[in-house]
């Protein structure tokens, strides 16, 4: 029997204007911090959660800036109780902590607050409050570390612990953080936000409860968690059962290393379901890039909101089909300390989340629903390849800052339309890029320009969303700057899906040639990206690179990966790209097949058609034998038959089958293996290059020459299994 039959007749209005007030709740949080805020990593980047949870705890309400710390504050919570039982709580009092492997933070510049809430004298639950402060001491400046060898030389490390006692911060604990940051007045203040964000909490909570009596509060949270749970599990229970499976790489070129480890995930639907297994995972690396349970279940969250849950209200009922585990202690995905963990959320919890989603998607594109079908989408870039800088500002005071541009990827293509351009990280959904004059009233930094990174969308019937290409150079400040930096996604890119291809990947340069000064004078404007020269391109993983003087740094973001065959991809589409400058004519050719008139400037239907039967044959090594059948709309090109005996899977384009259920049907299919970068490059699409170089695996239907799958793997993968189904 469910917690609903339990809890008898239940009034759905009532449960419903109870979850929007709660969600009205978490959003004024929100607000609170906003207005109180001196940081721009908050005020404008929006780099922050907050959260209400009952005494369980478990969510209640949640507001979804940074979705990943669905999981962190999940176990910050817990964390805290762990020290401090509710017996030793009181009103007024505060926890502070940053501790990955607590589970209480991403990493230790998410600094979270909590706050235990009370009735009167009764205790009803907790507001948390989790944003990234400007910098939390350590070798490094804006909360990860690439050089620390562990978890000791990245930044301070709190444990759950009480930083607020009768309503009054302990000036003990508020001296030895202002004594340990680079940036003292901002770190305290934003810690003094988050705390009237939990005020606001406090309050609302105590006025919700008054109006309702804290029976019916409580029992219609246990309610809409179980509605949530219920909506889940119905969505999941329309996915075939069966095994699917993703791989990612976490790329770590640190510490004299330059390797890629892998990071498996298979997906187990059974019934209403869901099973997520990192057995597997590579061992954890001497580098920054593991990530603790917080970081791993909030990318697993987050994942399942998007994917099956983005109309729903974000409460722990959303969440209870879903059991993960971790594999073996002493992974990248299950670290033991002291393995350093400072980036571990945006290198490897990005890579877990991308091969979950990748599973995910699989096995919605299986389903008879409509819907589930309907969120089958390719990977976006889900990377926020960041860099931070210290020196002197433009005011002649010390400065630490993070350029919140990096957060600009592109968004995988949907199954509707193409990816969102200049997207986002997609564990920190709503996160936004300050504006060019923000960050100049702010920080030492000149812009020489901000635009579209043209081509870095992953081709396919929709492609794959573009991300941002910018430059800039230091600015009224005469000593220079150091820089940090850390990019997750260079080597291995985005995938796409359904025989859509991979998207761009992000790199770092550096000019130390180009005489700014000289250009104005001579061109009265600032320049374009190609009128600047001298780039070298820098690592991924470094600290203390310099720049000042002549100095230009220029970032290019990677792009989401495509959805379906391009060659399908309607023409006029393709032409239209080219003329709006999102692709090139390189790439128009090479990847979609159409053919340029120069003279008419537009697309030569005749000749793009006999290009694109080129290609194909070209796949297959022959002319096909079958055509693909007219479309309106996307289509998904492999489908299960269920005419009675074992499922065959077939071409959903021109009908042919392929195979039964018990087997591969990539086996079925013919294959092409090319090398990954040299391959993109002809079609101007980068990836950065490595040794071996990453291989990519085309699967083209046999009777149709369509292209099924588009495979990403590393040199010594022989190839990838996608699912084995357990349907009859």
């Known amino acids: 029997m469910s917690p609903i039959a339990n809890d008898q007749a239940h009034d759905p209005f009532t449960a419903q204007v109870i979850q929007l007030r709660l969600q009205s709740i978490v959003e004024e949080m929100a607000i609170t911090m906003l207005h109180t805020s001196g940081s721009p990593v908050l005020t404008e980047a929006q780099d922050f959660s907050t959260a209400i949870f009952d005494t369980i705890p478990e969510h209640v309400a949640f507001s979804g800036y940074v979705t990943a710390h669905l999981g962190s504050s999940w176990f910050g919570v817990k964390s805290v109780l762990e020290n401090y039982p509710a017996d030793d709580l009181r009103p007024g009092d505060a926890f502070i902590t940053n501790d990955p492997y607590s589970g209480g933070a991403l990493h230790q510049g998410d600094v979270a607050i909590l706050s235990p809430l009370f009735y009167g004298e009764q205790y009803v639950g907790w507001a948390f409050t989790n944003a990234h402060v400007m910098d939390v001491g350590g070798m490094s400046p804006g909360g990860w570390a690439p050089v620390a060898y562990d978890r000791y030389g990245e930044a301070l490390n709190f444990c759950p612990v009480r930083i607020v006692q009768n309503g009054e911060m302990l000036g003990d604990w508020q001296r030895f953080i202002m004594n340990n940051v680079r940036l003292p007045l901002l770190v305290i203040n934003d810690i003094k936000s988050m705390l009237a964000a939990n005020a606001t909490g406090q309050r609302r909570i105590s006025e919700l409860i008054e109006k309702y009596g804290l029976d019916t509060y409580r029992r219609y949270c246990r309610i809409n968690k179980q509605l949530a749970d219920n909506l889940v599990k119905k969505r999941i229970a329309d996915i075939p059962d069966g095994d699917y499976r993703a791989v990612e790489w976490v790329e770590y070129d640190g510490h004299g290393a330059d390797l890629l480890a892998e990071v498996p995930c298979r997906l187990t639907v059974a019934g209403d379901r869901l099973h997520v297994d990192l057995t597997g995972s590579a061992q954890q690396l001497d580098g920054f890039v593991n990530a603790g349970p917080g970081a791993i279940f909030g990318g697993i969250y987050a994942a399942i909101g998007m994917i099956l849950a983005w109309d729903i209200p974000k409460n722990a009922g959303v969440f209870r089909a879903i059991t993960v ?191 700014l000064d000289g250009f104005l004078k001579a061109h009265r404007r600032m320049p374009g990206g190609e009128e600047i020269t001298g780039y070298r391109q820098l690592p991924n993983h470094v600290a203390g690179v310099p720049i000042g003087g002549n100095g230009v740094f220029r970032q290019t973001v990677g792009g989401g990966g495509g959805l379906g065959d391009p060659l399908l991809r309607p023409l006029a589409r393709v032409e239209k790209d080219v003329k709006d400058g999102y692709i090139s004519q390189a790439m128009a050719y090479g990847a979609y097949g159409l053919v340029w008139d120069p003279e008419a400037n537009r697309a030569d239907p005749e000749a793009s058609a006999a290009r694109r039967a080129v290609i194909r044959a070209e796949r297959l090594g022959q002319k096909p034998a079958r055509s693909v059948q007219a479309s309106a709309s996307y289509t998904v090109p492999l489908k299960l038959l269920k005419q009675g005996g074992t499922p065959v899977y077939a071409c959903n384009l021109c009908g042919a089958e392929l195979s039964d259920s018990s087997a591969s049907w990539k086996d079925r299919t013919v294959q092409r293996r090319k090398d990954l970068v040299d391959s993109l490059q002809q079609w101007n699409l980068h990836v950065q290059s490595r040794t071996p170089q990453p291989q990519m695996i085309e699967y083209a239907c046999p009777g149709c020459g369509s292209l099924l799958s588009v495979d990403v793997v590393t040199a010594e993968t022989d190839r990838l299994e996608d699912y084995h189904l357990s349907v009859s």
């Open 325 to 515: 585990d971790l594999g073996e202690p002493g992974t990248v995905v299950n670290p033991v300390m002291p393995a350093p963990v400072s980036c571990g959320h945006m290198e490897t919890t990005g890579k877990v989340a991308k091969a979950f989603m990748e599973a995910l998607r699989k096995a919605c594109s299986l389903s008879a629903n409509p819907w589930l079908i309907e969120q089958a989408a390719a990977a976006g870039h889900n990377c926020w390849p960041g860099n931070a800088w210290v020196g002197i500002d433009q005011y002649g005071a010390y400065t630490a800052f993070p350029v919140f541009d990096c957060g600009s990827a592109g968004v995988g293509a949907q199954s509707t339309c193409d990816g969102l351009d200049v997207g986002a990280f997609e564990m920190q959904q709503n996160n936004g890029i300050p504006d060019v004059e923000t960050n100049e009233a702010f920080y030492p930094m000149l812009y020489l320009y901000r635009r579209i990174h043209v081509d870095s969308g992953g081709p396919g019937y929709w492609r794959g969303g573009q991300g941002l290409d910018f430059a800039w150079i230091p600015y009224n400040n005469g000593q220079g700057l150091l820089g940090t930096m850390e990019n997750a996604c260079g080597e291995m890119p985005a995938h796409g899906l359904h025989g859509g291809y991979p998207g761009a990947t992000s790199t770092f340069y550096m000019s130390t040639e180009f005489d």
